[in-house]
């Protein structure tokens, strides 16, 4: 029988070894698989790449991971934010490097990842200081850059809910980045809070296929990253 | 009083806009454009982060951190409206889909150059959609103050920060006036009650000229 759900985070975090790139879902406070990152903090991999849209929020999750001198660089396209300063501080003192992304080539270059192309051509970015070093071609007389895929080791992502073989559904726009980085890791994790029979998720509603997902954890009540924030004296979120 | 307020700003870039559109607006001063729908139209609201048809600020009760627009603050979802994943919600913006976007700017060049992503400090950089909108979307408009704190033009010949787009915006809704860029000039489209040209001719970087219609 196919079970892809783990015991605990634990079983889901084995043999994720050093030097890995991991891919981690979310977009500002929405569908962060914080608990999965904590799993990853315990489990000890260091030296780590990790890619996600934003550098970590408080101290909790992310940022936490960053605090803890796992990472050893960062693919991301919105660093700074009002509750960014462990990868602030950090990155100051050059103790991490920062490959900065547009969001929308951020995305295509997970979803060419997943996909199997290793290379393509956007208008984005053209002509700018983002571009610099970058191949150019004109197509239909306009400059465009090409970007290369990015694969991940692992990918860590939070959805709605899973059942035994996989599948997800996502809950409003906590889906962010999890489709596309769910298909573009040779080992996705999938944290959910409620696990289905089998069956039981309406095919027309799956939006990861079970064939991008490896493991499943249930974290029934996942902890709120603005909960967190107001605690560590900063404000509320921006 | 002279010139427009902020939010009579957003509601000049309002007015600007058809019936029907699907629009992008940037964080912050962009944001509420969105309270100025002119009655009778509908405007369709895309927020990168996977939501089309994107809906006021919920009432605190009601807050969902799963349901944020691009700026990560809490929103609502209207009639209608759809959530899709992160490439797709690129795929509206690069490929041409968004109508309008609106983005706030540090600086306008009379070429349609648009800088609003990097001070060129030493600070931690940010791109985030940026660059996305100002390369797909179909008409790419600016909301922003004509001068800096300082009283420092953003509008100008060239950029003087690093650019997010080149030869992209369409048009520049200030405080004071509505503006095209046309190449070695801006083209003066509308005035704000109680602004003359002259204001406008000294508080521009660029050459200006009068193409209200006479």
Request: with cysteine; aromatic share 4%; net charge negative.
């Amino acid at each position: 029988m196919i079970n892809k759900i783990a015991r605990d985070v634990e079983e889901a975090m084995e043999g994720i070894a050093d030097g890995s790139t991991v891919l981690i879902g979310g977009f500002g406070e929405a569908g962060n698989p914080t608990e999965l990152v904590h799993a990853l903090i315990d489990q000890g991999a260091r030296d780590l790449v990790v890619v996600n849209n934003n550098a970590g929020n408080g101290e909790i999750g992310l940022a936490r991971l960053i605090q803890a001198g796992r990472v050893r660089k960062l693919i991301c396209s919105f660093p700074r934010s009002s509750h960014s300063h462990v990868f602030d501080d950090l990155y100051r003192v050059g103790g991490i490097e920062l490959e900065l992304v547009p969001q929308g080539t951020l995305a295509e270059r997970i979803r060419a990842g997943g996909a199997g192309i290793p290379a393509f051509f956007t208008p984005t970015a053209a002509g700018t200081d983002l571009a610099a070093g970058k191949e150019v071609r004109m197509f239909g007389e306009r400059e465009h850059v090409m970007e290369t895929a990015i694969q991940g080791d692992i990918a860590l992502i939070k959805a709605e809910a899973a059942d035994r073989w996989g599948n997800l559904i996502y809950r409003k726009a906590a889906r962010n980045f999890g489709p596309v980085m769910a298909s573009a890791a040779k080992k996705t994790i999938a944290q959910v809070r409620r696990i289905m029979p089998l069956g039981e998720l309406d095919p027309e509603t799956i939006v990861t296929p079970s064939i991008f997902i490896q493991n499943v954890v249930a974290i029934p009540n996942p902890v709120s990253e603005r909960d967190s924030l107001p605690a560590l004296g900063r404000g509320v979120a921006a | 009083m002279t010139g427009w307020t902020l939010d009579q700003m957003a509601a000049r870039a309002a007015t600007d806009i058809a019936n029907g559109a699907f629009v992008n607006l940037g964080i912050g001063l962009p944001e509420r454009v969105a309270d100025h729908v002119p009655v009778g139209r509908e405007f369709i609201l895309h927020s990168e982060n996977g939501i089309l048809g994107m809906g006021p600020r919920p009432a605190v009760d009601d807050e969902d951190m799963e349901l944020i627009n691009a700026g990560k603050k809490p929103v609502t979802l209207i009639a209608g409206g759809a959530f899709f994943h992160h490439a797709d919600s690129f795929a509206m913006i690069r490929g041409g889909h968004i109508d309008v976007c609106i983005l706030g700017a540090f600086e306008v060049s009379s070429g349609g150059d648009i800088a609003n992503w990097s001070t060129g400090n030493d600070g931690v950089p940010a791109v985030g959609g940026a660059m996305d909108l100002a390369a797909g979307a179909r008409s790419v408009r600016v909301l922003t103050t004509h001068t800096t704190k300082n009283g420092k033009p953003k509008l100008l010949p060239r950029l003087t920060l690093p650019a997010t787009g080149l030869r992209v915006v369409d048009r520049v809704y200030t405080n004071l006036a509505v503006l095209e860029p046309a190449g070695d000039h801006f083209q003066v489209l509308d005035l704000a009650p109680g602004i003359a040209m002259e204001e406008i001719v000294a508080k521009t970087g660029a050459t200006v000229i009068d193409g209200r219609p006479a």
